[in-house]
Structures are given as C-alpha cells and as structure tokens.
C-alpha cells in the first residue's frame, strides 16, 4: 500500500469517526440485519472457536469484532490504520486487543493466527499485497474468511467507478470492488486453498422496516438462482492456508 493510499484511508477514517456506522450503512434497521447475517457468515464459514487466535483487519469501530466475539469468545487481536475509530472499538470490546497497523505490512511473526477475517476492507487495500501478507501470517491449515462489495451489482459498478458519486456516497479514493473469478484467480496464485467465493446479499440498507422480512426471503430465493445471484450486493470469500 503507497503512503498516499494509507494516509488517505487515515484521513477517510478520521472524516467519517463521527458517524462511521451510519456512511457503511450498518446503522439502519436493514442495516442491523445484514451486519448480523453477515457475522454469522464469519463465524460458519470461519469454523471460529473460542480455542482460536483470530485477526481481524480494518475492524474500524469494533461492530464485526464484537459480534464475532459474543458469539465465539475467541480470542481477537482487531487491527485497523484508523486511530480514532479504534478508539469507538476499544469502548465496544475491551475484551479484545485493539491495534493501529498497516494490514500491508504487518508485525507479527509467520503462522501466528487460527482465522484471519473482516469486513469491506479488502477493497481499500492492494489486494494481492494484502492476501499474500495474509498468508504469511496465518497458520498451516488456518482458514480465512471476508465479506466484501461486490463489483458485478450495477449500484456498486457505479459508486466504485464515477468519483463524484463515490465522493458524494462517502467512499474513501482508492477502494473499488471485487470481481469474483479475479480474486479466486489471485488467491489461488498466491497459494491459498479450497477458496470458494460467493455471491449474496440483496436486501439493501434503507429497506423500509416493515418490508425488511419480504425483502430479505426474496433475496435469499435469489441468491439460489444462477446468473441472477451474480448481481448481489456483496460476496463472501473463504478458505484455507
């Protein structure tokens, strides 16, 4: 990750602190349940324990670490190059250890952790420098786990695509999106196991609360459906070391 690239997520972080939940969409009633499906995502597709060491990178204001962590009582070591949302975590979790780092470039030692995983923060990141760092950390064997935008749903072609809508939705500079078959392509390149992408994720974050249970079980129907599910939302990406 060039310097640039990190002191703008650093001031992106900064920007956003005050509201940072409410510009990721996670504080509305949908919101609440998309964030809560998706943890539960991290956790199945992780095998999380509570005999595990586990990384979470680009933890931001703690939400992902914390519900991974009521639902696990693993032992979480979050990392994020944001100082003032760690400080938001810190309050939310002091069970864990809340860390600024560079995902990029990382202290700890090589086959250190059981799981490493997070929350739309891949596509802030080099990518392909960021899995092989990743990779070096995680133990043999050890499984991976992220949730990320995904590029072919027409809402994030253009939000990641046309830089006035991208400033105008609070998106930081540099992020973009993932195209699955590329990024298992990457993964397995760099060494990575058993990956499996998929796409999910349709019901948007200002569904109308009474709509929210509909909305929801149409999209999971769809989620099933070939060709129709490219489109979703967002993707899960797992597998092994």
Known sequence: MSTDRIQ???EHGKKISANAESVWNWSSPAGMVRAERRADFF???GKIQASDKVLEIGC?????TKKVYDKTKAQITAIDISPEL???AKVKLPEAEFLVEDAMNMKYDDNTFDVVFGSSVLHHL???KAMTELFRVLKPGGRFVFAEPNMINPQIFVQKNIPFIKKMLGDSPDETAIVRWKFKNMMNKIGYKN???FPYDFLHPITPK????????VGKAIEKIPVLKEI???VVIFGTK
Do not use: C, R
């Open 43 to 45: 956790v199945s597709e």
């Open 8 to 10: 703008h997520e650093i």
């Open 232 to 234: 979703a939302g967002s």
């Open 86 to 88: 760690l400080e938001q």
């Open 195 to 197: 990956v499996n992408i």
């Open 60 to 64: 931001g204001t703690g939400l992902f």
């Open 210 to 217: 009474p709509m929210i249970g509909l909305v929801n079980g």
């Open 126 to 128: 080099d990518m392909e």
